[in-house]
């Protein structure tokens, strides 16, 4: 069977290739109620005044540019996906700024934002960790002094504990094959497309994401000058912990 695209060996950009079309196709309904629990959570945590303008950073399919508006603030969504963006922007109540870019290499100027959220997990995507580092070093630059953050991060304890190897379902007409591994500090998850229609190639995309652990990420954000000021595990607000499902830290510039 033919593969069309495959985000191995491309020096870490597999994201690329993955956030498009098909991610669209096979993941087509994100919680909404889980957006709104994470924007209450930014709100709760940093308090920002009706008209705050935030950067929602790798916003995606902007499933979390509703939840903004209606706490009443302004956001802005970036992200690298034209696809993604697209759809975006076809959302109900969707904000009048969608700026497509890369979060190494923000587009705007200095000081444009009161706040910048991370969420569901849109950190630890490239290939090295002074990448990583730059992306929480723009986000400063970007932010008033006394600027407030949100990061939104998978918790690696809990992703070793709940790591499912392989799991097979249908969506419409494709057979949809998910490979979960750890290599060293890095969790893959290899999706495999298969088409019902023999007119059709399958594909095989892949996802990589650096397990950062809660101590870690402070250390980074520390060396970007951002301070953490409150830690949580859910989007419920529930303490940080061991067993935590996420890795949430909310602060300000320091």
């Known amino acids: 069977m033919g593969v069309t695209r495959s985000g191995r060996g491309q020096g870490g950009s597999w994201f690329r290739d993955w956030f498009g079309a098909e991610y669209l196709a096979l993941y087509p309904h994100r919680d909404q109620a889980e957006a709104r629990r994470a924007v209450r ?6 308090g920002p005044e009706p008209g705050t303008r935030v950067l929602d ?13 209606e706490v ?19 959302r109900p109540g969707a904000p009048r700024r969608l700026v497509r870019g890369d979060m190494r290499r923000l587009p705007f100027g200095n000081g444009r934002f009161e706040a910048v959220a991370s969420f569901f997990t849109s950190f630890g995507y490239f290939a090295t960790v002074g990448e990583d580092i730059r992306v929480l070093e723009e986000v400063r630059r970007v932010l008033v002094p006394g600027g407030g953050f949100l990061l939104d991060f998978l918790n690696p304890r809990h992703v070793r504990d709940t790591l499912v190897p392989v799991d097979r379902h249908r969506v419409g007409d494709r057979l949809v094959i998910q490979r979960r591994r750890i290599e060293g500090s890095t969790v893959f998850k290899e999706i495999e497309i298969h088409h019902e229609d023999p007119g059709m190639k399958d594909e095989t995309f892949e996802e990589r994401v650096r397990l950062y652990e809660p101590t870690e ?38």
């Open 41 to 46: 959570l930014l709100v709760d945590a940093l």
């Open 57 to 69: 950073l790798a916003c995606g399919a902007g499933r979390h540019q509703g939840p903004l508006v």
């Open 72 to 90: 009443g603030l302004r956001p802005v969504g970036l992200d690298l996906s034209a696809d993604l963006l697209h759809r975006a922007a076809s």
């Open 217 to 254: 990420l402070e250390t980074l954000l520390r060396s970007a000058g951002l301070h953490v000021e409150s830690r949580f595990g859910s989007y419920d607000g529930g303490p940080s912990g061991p067993d935590s499902e996420r890795t949430l830290l909310a602060g300000r510039t320091a």
